[in-house]
């Protein structure tokens, strides 16, 4: 039993010995931004040779899920063998493992980090050597370029490379931050280096970081790689002060798509709130600000002039509803003129008294000789102290049946007048009523605390209160 144990513990040590530290979780980029980013530089380019154990990495955070792909094909735990040795996945997806490499694992390998809509990517292009040493100059792995920064911000340079064994042992290989054109270390006020080598020293890197910036961090710096193999490698890179010209074209470009999403999508809601609401939008506009027509001295609100034969509705119908739920006094002849007075001047009177002459329309009216003096006086005082004139549709009239006078058609003003003013129908069907008084309603004066709906009546006790309640239910 403790020869097994002992064989297992070494054969552990042994596995253990192979693998890396976790390198998503060290030298990370000092960053709080919540966003999806990139919290480590990952690299670009890879070299390995067959029968060792190898990881991938692309370090990310604040992350939802990362995806892996092999030459575009998603690669899933255990079942794409067949593409790549590398089976497992560490450290929240970031770290790509393989226990022994196969020359079919040379290839690109790409990962997706993804945050909701947002997304970040990667790839990796993967040289499996199928010779045990690596003697060729050496390769730089990542992205170098200048970055953008004001003083008190941080900043830093990764420099990273695959030495391989070269002429130099892998210890005595190097990757260095120099001052760019001076054979000189960046000095520790300026920046701190920081070096790290990783698959048995055979990829090494170095750190520059600035944090933060102080005023003279700002300039090009050098990047020297060397494995004693043909001249050392020389990349220069520079600090610049100021916001990143890229950046900045990404964030406006992005902020722009922004405001117009919110401003496409508050036309959108106008439009469609215009479309469906338009007439309570109107009247509630007109009632909270239109010009109160209240300091006139005029009696009536409203002057309905209608034919007899029309009175059911008139007296049963639109008077109450007007005066009862809108708050409009109106004049209706037959129930408002006393008896002995002459008639052509109490409608002279009456009309000139009211800021609106309501006409009921219909065929009868058509042939109504009092109601067309009413409307000759009604023309005049529209012109003559802004009058507005009104015409509720009943029915539709036949203008040729019209009675003749003296062989000329009649009532041709009436004619001519409803070619000018306004005029709404009416529509009895209880799906068009409450449509018709609030049109209506658009052209009598405003009230201030009148609602947009009418309210049914508690009670209803006569004909005419039970045909308002039919009205405006």
Known sequence: MLILMLVLWIADSVFSAGQEPSFCSTLLINS???????????????????????QLHCCFANYHTIEWYKDETRLLVGNTYHITTFQYA??????????????????????????????????IKLTVDVHDEFEDPPVLIVKLKD?????????RFCCEAFVGFGKLTPSFSQVLWMYANADAFVARDVA???????????????LL?????????FGTYTCKIDNGIGDPLLYNVTLHEGDDPDTKIRTTYKGTIIILVVFTSLFVVIITAVTRWHL??????????????EDDDRLYDV??????????????????????????????????????????????????????????LSQALANNTWCIYALYVAIDAML????????????????????????????????????????IRWDPRPTSKKKFWKKLRLYLPPRRSLPLNFEEPKESHSSSQEALVDVVS
């Open 147 to 155: 970055q953008y920064a004001w003083v008190g911000e941080s900043r």
């Open 384 to 423: 003559s102290r802004k009058s507005r004139i009104i015409c509720i549709l009943l029915q539709d009239i036949d203008w040729d049946a019209v009675t003749v006078e003296d062989g000329r058609p009649g009532n041709c003003t009436l004619h001519q007048v409803t070619r000018v003013v306004r005029i």
């Open 209 to 217: 970081s600035f944090e933060p910036v102080t005023k003279k961090a």
């Open 192 to 206: 701190n280096t920081t070096y790290y080598s990783r698959n048995r020293h055979q990829i090494k890197g170095a």
């Open 32 to 54: 709080s931004d919540p966003r999806l980013r990139v919290s480590r530089e990952n690299n670009v380019l890879d070299f390995a040779h067959r029968h060792e154990y190898k």
């Open 280 to 293: 309570e939008l109107q009247l509630l506009w007109k009632d909270r600000m239109g010009k109160l027509e």
């Open 90 to 123: 560490e450290d929240g997806n970031q770290t790509l493992v393989s226990h022994r490499l196969s020359s079919r694992d040379t290839g690109l390998y790409t990962c997706i980090a993804r945050q909701g809509s947002e997304h970040l990517k990667n790839t």
């Open 303 to 360: 002057f309905v002039c209608y034919d007899q034969e029309d009175a059911e509705y008139v007296l049963n119908t639109l008077v109450p509803v007007l005066e009862q739920h809108c708050q409009y006094n109106c004049f209706a002849w037959e129930r408002d003129i006393l008896a002995g007075e002459w008639i052509p001047e109490t409608y002279s009177q009456r009309v000139r008294q009211s800021r609106r002459f309501l006409m009921v």
